[in-house]
Structure formats: C-alpha cells, structure tokens
DNA sequence: AATCTTTTCAACCGCCCTTGT
DNA sequence: CACAAGGGCGGTTGAAAAGAT
C-alpha cells in the first residue's frame, strides 16, 4: 500500500525535475520564501511532495548554490575533513559555503572509488597497538588527522573549527618555548606565556578526589563564547597520540604513557617528543598533563609536534 | 556508427530527531 | 507519556552522460 509514504496527494511526480517544474518552485520561494515545505507544492501549483521540493531547492534551485567543479582548495579541504569527521557530509557542506552535502557525497564517492580501484601496493605499515576501549572510537579519526601535517594554518584553521564546535578551538604550542626560563613556577610560566599569546588570561589545573573523580576548580579565565580563537605564530602541527597507560599518584597527579605519530607516521614514544598539552574538550579548556582523562576528553588529546624534529 | 561499459549525480528511501498535541 | 507530522541526514539507486571497444 505505502506507494510513497510522505505523501499523501494523489498524483505526486517523481524522478527528475522539468524546467517547468522549476520555474514554478523558483517563483513560489522568491516571493513567498519557505517555512512549511509540505505546503510548498500545493501553493505552487506543483505534483511533488515537500520533502521533494525542498530538495530541489536546496541542492538545486537556492540562488547561492556554487556550481562546477571543485577547487583544489576546496578538494583538499574536503579530504580532510572527511578524514576529520568521516561521512558527516552536511557538516563537511557547511564549510564550504555554495556546496550541498549531497555534492560532496557524490564526489567523495566518486573519489573514494578512483582510490579503491588502484590498491596501493600492500602498504601493511606498524599498526598501532590496542588501547584503552574508552579510546578506541576515536582512533579512526585520530589516524585520519594526520592530514594536519600537510595543511597550511588557514585550513587547519577550518579543520579545527569542524572538529570543535566550540567557542574556543584546541590550539598547540610548544610547551618548551612556553618554559623557557622557568624557574620552578611552571604554571605562572605558561598562564603568561598563554596571556602573551593569546589574550587568555588562566588556565586551571583540574584536580582528582580519593575517588578518581574529577574536580573542576571554578574556571574564571576568558574562555568564553567571545573569545577568538587563538591563531599563534608558533603553532605546531597537531598530531594524534594514544594514551597507553595512566597513572594517579597521591597528590592525585597523573603521568601518561603515550605514543604519538612522527612525521614517518610511525608510532613513537612520546618521551621522545615531550611537548604535549591537552585540550579539554568537555570544559571547554585547557588541562594540564594532570589532568584526569575520561571518555569525554580522551578523543581530543593532542599533541604538538616539536618542530626540532 | 553501433553497442557495451563505466561514471556521474539528482533524486529517493528510510531512519531518526525535534516539536507539537 | 504516547503519538504524529515535519524535516534533516546519510546511504543507495538508476537514468543519463561519458567513455571504451
């Protein structure tokens, strides 16, 4: 019976639009706009159903759709957003102003299937250990984000705007130039190399209970919805690490095992490379190295990548 | 020129979330 | 609280276009 479910007219036309159809719909939503699509067809004169007609004009018909091929911008911005959020196409689209969701899944899978057909020859490089289960959803886009190695700042810039919706974006920098000239007050040092920096006038050092829970000391820095993200000269590039182990002593400090990505994309010891910071997604700021993580900010720990290597 | 194959991409389907009753 | 309608989204389809033989 359910011919087509979301429709209840009698002679509702499917398949391709006629210009005719167009015109109809174009002139309806020029004078009227949209605020209803299920009315849309009726008050147009139209044999479609709403969801129809939206589509058309959103994919189609919208004055300020971009046509045409992709740029090479635009293709890279693609890819690596893609590798950022994976099949989120609507969010893919929305950074990328004219272009649809459904412009973008077609070239992704026309792209992905040009990739596909010439298998890259067995390229079985170290896989990288299993970890934590809490961390285990986020390896995949972790993996995908060394892209960021090879972004200039403005598309990293966009990247990250995607990957965290946030009033405040994670940043990197390197901890060593932070401490440079520190004598004992670590975290005085980096607060003034962060207002320096970046406007931001503290940063919070979360501490642990008994319990292993995590206390958020009340927070009063700038990090709020007007503050801009910080675009610092001395950003490195951000690079995925893996948590292998943590552990709390008893001032409720914790030190983390890690392994991070080198520009050979191999997994490496983060001693070896010991600038890290974390960006506490969940807080909305960031945390020290003792921070305590969760399933919540595992996924948006990220390191920098010392520019000496 | 004709036919077969592959690619492209507009449109559809069903699921799911939100909102309203 | 249940239920329905509307619409957003991602996966999928299949006709048309483009390419190959």
Known sequence: MGHHSCCNQQKVKRGLWSPEEDEKLIRYITTHG????????????????????????????????????????????????HGAVGNRW?????????????????????????????????????????IAEQNAQFTYAQNQQMD???????????????????????????????????????????????????????TETWQVNQNQEMIQPNFTGALDSNCLPPLME????????????CSINVEGKMTLDCLQRNELNEWVDTQQCPNFYFWDQAAGHLGGQDIYPTSSNMGTILSSYPSSL
């Not at 004169?45 to 911008?73: A, V």
């Not at 390229?123 to 990288?128: A, G």
């Not at 598309?155 to 965290?164: E, G, M, S």
Request: proline residues 7%; contains cysteine; glycine residues 6%.
């Open 34 to 81: 949209y605020g209803c699509w299920s009315e849309v067809p009726e008050k147009a004169g139209l044999q479609r159903c709403g969801k129809s007609c939206r589509l058309r004009w959103i994919n189609y018909l919208r004055p300020d759709i971009r046509r045409g091929r992709f740029t090479p911008e635009e293709e890279k911005l693609i890819i690596s957003l």
């Open 90 to 130: 609507a969010h893919i689209a929305s950074h990328l102003p004219g272009r649809t969701d459904n412009e973008i899944k077609n070239y992704w899978n026309s792209w992905i299937k040009k990739k596909i057909r010439k298998p890259s020859s067995a390229s079985s490089t170290n896989i990288t250990p299993s």
């Open 148 to 202: 960021f190695l090879n972004q200039d700042l403005a598309t990293k810039r966009q990247i990250q705007d995607t990957l965290f919706p946030l009033p405040c974006p994670p940043f990197m920098f390197d901890i060593g130039l932070a401490l440079e000239g520190a004598n004992g007050n670590v975290d005085g040092k980096i607060d003034q190399f962060l207002q320096e920096n970046t406007g931001i006038m503290n």
């Open 234 to 245: 001395n950003i490195e590039t951000m690079v995925p690490i893996e948590v292998q182990s």
